[in-house]
């Protein structure tokens, strides 16, 4: 639950020196935005980004989750193919406080699977299936969200750090290499801030409804305010904690 930033990016036809140079070209806008950090730029061979042959302390754990692309053969298909890069060109950010790290990089990806039939024994090879990901391409996340906490720097710090997102991705389409971004504020599409700040209030009141009575209190005199904005949609039930005990009645 959050607002979450979705990109992802494929490079046009390029040899892994023009790959290498469009994430050094990344990693130096990065440098020249309000990052907390950004990392070294690293590389990875055949075998080696499998987050399961590390220990579960590994600070790359996350980072190899997230470099592995899934792939379904039909869009809605709830089974699926986890493709890891044989060639990885990458770094690592901390865009702000609270917020995920995020991944920036390339990487060369299959582009088949083979889809067998498994009811037999042995099984059978059915047919060849394009992922269409391209010579170097990736696909990550980072949820912003969190960074609004007050322990965090508050709403300054959360539009820092969804808007430092905001900006890297806007120059890796000066780049040519962003193919998709999906922001759960619509930021990216609209560029409108008050819309920006009022999700992110809408989700953090959502948020506290689960933490008690005080929690409750600030829903609900969000949604009087919702109501006085917008009579057409009638009044708001109360909120409710969820998943609160009910007191037996007495018999």
Same mark, same amino acid.
């Given at each position: ?18 790959a ?5 070209? !990344?990693?130096?806008?990065?440098? &020249? ?7 070294? *730029? ?12 590390l ?9 190899? *989750?997230?470099?592995?692309?899934s792939?379904?053969?039909? /869009? ?6 986890? @493709?890891?890069?044989?060639?990885? *060109? ?31 024994? /042995? ?18 996340f ?10 965090c ?5 959360? @539009?820092?750090?969804?808007?430092? !997102? ?14 998709k ?25 959502? @948020? ?16 009087? &305010?919702?109501?006085?904005?917008? /009579?057409?949609?009638? /009044?708001?039930?109360?909120v409710?904690? *969820? ?9």
């Amino acid at each position: 639950m959050g607002i979450t930033i979705d990109y992802t990016f494929k490079a046009h036809p390029c040899d892994e020196e023009q790959a290498r140079a469009l994430v050094y070209k !990344l990693r130096q806008r990065c440098l &020249d935005l309000p990052f907390l950090e950004v990392g070294e *730029i690293r590389e990875f061979g055949e075998d080696e980004v499998d987050f399961r042959l590390l220990p579960r302390t590994s600070p790359d754990v996350w980072l190899f *989750i997230q470099a592995a692309r899934s792939f379904s053969p039909e /869009p809605e298909s709830a089974s699926g193919y986890w @493709i890891e890069p044989s060639k990885l *060109i990458v770094f690592t950010t901390r865009p702000g406080a609270g917020a995920e790290p995020a991944f920036f990089g390339l990487g060369v990806y299959t582009d088949h699977v083979h889809e067998w039939d498994r009811s037999v024994d /042995p099984p059978v090879f059915v047919k060849e299936i394009p992922t269409n990901f391209g010579d170097w391409s990736w696909s990550s996340f980072c949820k912003t969200q969190f960074a609004s906490r007050e322990e965090c720097g508050g709403v300054r710090n959360f @539009i820092r750090t969804h808007m430092t !997102l905001i900006k890297v991705l806007d120059y890796a389409k000066e780049l040519g290499i962003l193919e998709k971004v999906n922001d759960g504020a619509e930021y990216w599409e609209t560029r409108d801030l008050d819309k920006l700040v009022s999700e992110m209030s809408i989700i953090n009141a959502a @948020i506290s409804a689960f933490s008690g009575k005080a929690g409750e209190k600030l829903v609900r005199d969000l949604l009087k &305010d919702f109501e006085k904005d917008y /009579p057409e949609l009638g /009044p708001i039930e109360e909120v409710r904690e *969820i998943n609160k005990r009910r007191k037996r009645r007495k018999e």
